[in-house]
């Protein structure tokens, strides 16, 4: 695996462990985004769903709530 700059090695747990929080909260964001652009965009529920790698009613039921919330929150 290609090393990336900036992400702490294993050997500093304590900074390690704040990166991994830090990227899944990054990547939560970057999902919720590109499913709203994505059902902007017409796609369909078994597209995205194909995309994430989860079944069409997975991908409902995880991002339907979250696409009636207003988008400033």
């Known amino acids: 695996m290609k090393e990336l700059k ?3 090695a294993p050997d500093d747990p304590e900074a390690a ?3 991994v929080v ?3 909260r990054r ?4 999902e919720l ?4 652009e994505a059902v902007r965009q ?3 529920w ?3 769903g194909e995309a994430l790698g989860i079944s069409a009613q997975a991908a409902h039921k995880k991002f339907t709530p979250q696409l ?3 988008q400033g929150r």
Do not use: F, N, S
């Open 6 to 8: 900036g992400i702490p």
């Open 17 to 19: 462990l704040a990166a």
């Open 22 to 24: 830090a990227l899944r």
């Open 27 to 30: 990547a939560t964001q970057l």
């Open 33 to 36: 985004a590109a499913v709203i």
């Open 42 to 44: 017409g796609w369909t």
């Open 46 to 48: 078994a597209q995205i």
């Open 68 to 70: 009636r919330e207003p």
